[in-house]
Structures are given as structure tokens and as C-alpha cells.
């Protein structure tokens, strides 16, 4: 089993939907969770950090944290073309030591 | 802003060649990363390091190694580079604290022939 997991894609959304991203992880000590957009040929960029149980938004992005399921999400709410790019969910130990998913790359279609 | 820069966007090596990959940072992090991005696989930590001098390994250590003799820069070596070491090296950096969010560099692609 993948330390960090996250659902398979691709994913596909039409423009102005929802798109929902999962995560589920498995070492119950993570402290930080975080989710990094990487668009095609570019370095990961951070868009969302979360670090306790419950909602967390910004903008359009929100993100949700169950520890006790060891679930975190994103959802991206009126989805643009511009939002067409892979998502990283990355999970952090206590020690500062981070472990990425494979991503989901989302296409948002016009 | 955060920037953390790798020294070379594409490198074409040799087999056998020593390859060094060099990042800088400017932010004072004491925190700084090297990964490997392969289709398939993600991003794989190699090495990291939170304070000068100190380094542990990640997930794949074998066949590289990493220096950081100044806080604001970390080497990443491979002492004899293979092909099976194509591919994409991230670096990154994060400030102290709990927060750990990584700041990235834009990559170096490596080729390895």
C-alpha cells in the first residue's frame, strides 16, 4: 500500500463545475497536509495547506481534513481551463519529512 | 517572494559521468529537499537536510549523494551516473517551524546517455 494515495484520473469536469480531488494516507502521526498544482513541464506550486480536521477555503479551492479516516480532499468550485493541471497531495510526518501522491491530472473542459 | 534556483534547466550526461545538481535558495530555509519526478512513480524524495552539514536520507538515497556546506545551497551528486537516473530533479525548501511548506525550483531534466 502507497503511503499517500490519491484517486485515479484522469479527471474531466466541464467549466464552471466541481471537481473533487481525494487523498488518503496512512501514517496516522502526519501533522501537514498540503495540495500542489503542477502544470505541464513547471514545478509544483502550493495552493492549499491544511493541519487540523475540518474545512479550509480560499477562493475558489477548499480544502477538508478527516484525520480519523486519514481522508483529505479538494474541491474546486467553478472550475476554469486555467485549473487544468495535475494535484499533488502531499502529506508531512512530525519531522518535516513529505510524502507525495502520484497526482490527478484534471482536465477542465471549455 | 521565495525563489529557489536550480543551477541548470536540461543536463545530457554520460554514463559513468559524476553529475552535480546545484540548488540556492534565498530565503534563510533551513529546510531543503531533492526529489525525482518520474511518470508513474510521483515525486520521490532523495535526500534532505535541515541545517548545514546534515543530511538524511529519503526514499531512494541509492546512488546519489548531497552536500550542504552553505545554508542557502544543497548539492545533489550522482557519483556515477545511469540511465536508469534519467529524469526529472526537483529541489526544494521550506522555512523552520511546523508549517513545512515547500517552496520548489523549476527542475533540472537530466538525461543520462
Known amino acids: 500500500q502507497k503511503e499517500v494515495e490519491q484517486n485515479s484520473g484522469p479527471l474531466s469536469v466541464p467549466e464552471g463545475a466541481i471537481a473533487s480531488l481525494n487523498c488518503t494516507y496512512s501514517?496516522?502521526?502526519?501533522?501537514?497536509f498540503f495540495w500542489y498544482r503542477q502544470y505541464s513541464g513547471k514545478s509544483p506550486e502550493l495552493i492549499m495547506s491544511?493541519?487540523?480536521?475540518g474545512d479550509k477555503e480560499d477562493g475558489r479551492f477548499t480544502a477538508q481534513l478527516n484525520k480519523a479516516s486519514q481522508y483529505v480532499s479538494l474541491l474546486i468550485r467553478d472550475s476554469q481551463p486555467s485549473d487544468s493541471a495535475t494535484y499533488l497531495c502531499?502529506?508531512?510526518?512530525?519531522?518535516?519529512?513529505?510524502?507525495f501522491g502520484d497526482g490527478t491530472t484534471l482536465t477542465v473542459k471549455p | 517572494d521565495v525563489k529557489v534556483t536550480q543551477s541548470s534547466r536540461y543536463l545530457v550526461k554520460r554514463t559513468g559521468e559524476k553529475v552535480f545538481l546545484e540548488c540556492v535558495q534565498d530565503m534563510d530555509h533551513e529546510n531543503m529537499f531533492w526529489y525525482r519526478q518520474d511518470p508513474g512513480l510521483g515525486l520521490r524524495l532523495i535526500y534532505f537536510s535541515y541545517d548545514v552539514k546534515m543530511k538524511e536520507k529519503g526514499d531512494i538515497p541509492e546512488g546519489y549523494s548531497v552536500s550542504r556546506e552553505k545554508k542557502e545551497r544543497f548539492s545533489l551528486i550522482l557519483e556515477s551516473a545511469s540511465t536508469n537516473q534519467t529524469s526529472m530533479y526537483l529541489c526544494?525548501?521550506?522555512?523552520?517551524?511546523?508549517?513545512?511548506?515547500?517552496?520548489f525550483g523549476a527542475g533540472t531534466r537530466l538525461s543520462v546517455l
Open positions: 526544494a525548501s521550506s522555512p523552520p517551524g511546523g508549517q513545512n511548506i515547500q517552496y
Open positions: 491544511i493541519y487540523s480536521n
Open positions: 502531499a502529506v508531512t510526518t512530525n519531522a518535516g519529512k513529505s510524502t
Open positions: 501514517d496516522r502521526g502526519s501533522q501537514s
